[in-house]
């Protein structure tokens, strides 16, 4: 069942099959490996992949955690939620979006794609350039929001 690759405390790691894990250790220690024998290991003990669920700090780890597993595993892995913490919380997100006031194809922009943009739409060239007219329209942002917070407060209190 055990990899030969794991040492004890990994194996006790993936022989831990009840309940929640968290596994902190530096990169290139095999908290992949690990996890996704303990994956095998529940998947083994009847545990339904229906109701396992992987989350990763990154987009590779989790791309690495489903390779592993559909060499372990094929069959189960189209069951098994495999997802980063930010996928998870979009995925939520996106299932309850029109409950919130969302529209169920939202996007969410990361850092990068923010500057993107800014270069995009101001036809800035140089990236510390974006980087200094992001920073600027944040702060408007903040700004605008704390004056009409204060705008509501002074709204109420007429």
Do not use: W
């Not at 030969?4 to 194996?11: A, C, H, I, R």
């Not at 095998?40 to 396992?52: D, E, M, T, V, Y």
């Not at 992987?54 to 780890?61: H, K, V």
């Not at 930010?86 to 029109?98: K, P, Q």
């Amino acid at each position: 069942m055990f990899s030969n690759e794991l040492n004890g405390e990994q194996n006790a790691i993936a022989s831990h099959v009840e309940g929640a894990i968290l596994v902190l250790a530096p990169v290139g220690t095999g908290k992949t490996r690990v996890l996704a024998e303990r994956v095998l290991c529940a998947i083994n003990q009847g545990i339904s992949p229906q109701r396992i669920l992987c989350l990763t700090f990154t987009n590779r780890a989790a791309k690495e955690m489903s390779g592993r597993l559909s060499q372990y595993c094929p069959e189960q892995l189209q069951h098994l939620t495999i997802k980063t913490f930010h996928g998870l919380c979009a995925s939520i997100l996106r299932m309850e979006a029109r409950q919130i006031g969302l529209p169920t194809d939202f996007v969410i922009y990361d850092d990068n794609d923010c500057l993107e943009l800014v270069k995009e739409v101001f036809h800035v060239l140089k990236d510390r350039d974006a980087q200094q007219l992001f920073s600027s329209l944040v702060k408007c942002k903040i700004k605008a929001e704390n004056c009409q917070l204060s705008l509501d407060n002074l709204v109420e209190n007429l």
